[in-house]
T-cell receptor, first 113, second 109 residues
């Protein structure tokens, strides 16, 4: 498994501002994933972040809105830019270990007012 | 289009009951099927299944995969109030997971 920490655990932000979420893993991993989970919904993959290359974004998500950094094999950040109330969600990072299972960080609960 | 369908969407039972949660899928390049438990924010990994007919078991929880009929079940026996959660099924395709909508399980004392 993996021990993953995320910061902040929650935040309340004003519309138009940006928030950067940090994800730290206790071991080196090749692939890190960023998800969004809106209230009452399942998980939606935002992007996959590999160290040393540009993140790969899923349909409906763009780099200008959700820039991602992956400076090394244990750390990644996701920024939610120019926020609107529709961005209110739980944001989760995960890593792949073993034979394909993903382990999740504790999540960041974001409320945009 | 790849899809993962879970049923029922919600379930209320009494403590001590046995429950069976279902997950069916249509996913190209199937790699694995995973079950997670989500209580607050982060999903917690339960099982990963790759082969048909081989039961995975952990305490009161067990799961099995049928790759011919494209489904999996998650069984919880002697349920406890601490089992109340959303149970998520996900299917691995290449390096991604395709997620179901989840089953919300409520255990009444």
């Amino acid at each position: 498994s993996a021990v993953i920490s995320q910061k902040p655990s929650r935040d309340i932000c004003q519309r138009g501002t940006s928030l950067t979420i940090q994800c730290q893993v206790d071991s080196q991993v090749t692939m890190m994933f960023w998800y969004r989970q809106q209230p009452g919904q399942s998980l939606t993959l935002i992007a996959t972040a590999n160290q040393g290359s540009e993140a790969t974004y899923e349909s409906g998500f763009v780099i200008d809105k959700f820039p991602i950094s992956r400076p090394n094999l244990t750390f990644s950040t996701l920024t939610v830019s120019n926020m609107s109330p529709e961005d209110s969600s739980i944001y989760l990072c995960s890593v792949e270990k073993g034979e394909g299972e993903q382990y999740f960080g504790p999540g960041t609960r974001l409320t945009v007012t | 289009e790849d899809k993962v369908v879970q049923s029922p969407l919600s379930l209320v039972v009494h403590e001590g009951d046995t429950v069976t949660l279902n997950c069916s899928y249509e996913v190209t390049n199937f790699r694995s099927l995973l079950w997670y438990k989500q209580e607050k924010k982060a999903p917690t990994f339960l099982f990963m299944l790759t082969s048909s007919g081989i039961e995975k078991k952990s305490g009161r929880l067990s799961s099995i995969l049928d790759k011919k009929e494209l489904f999996s079940i998650l069984n919880i026996t002697a349920t406890q109030t601490g089992d109340s959660a959303v149970y998520l099924c996900a299917v691995g395709r290449n390096y991604q997971l395709i997620w179901g909508a989840g089953t919300k399980l409520i255990i009444k004392p």
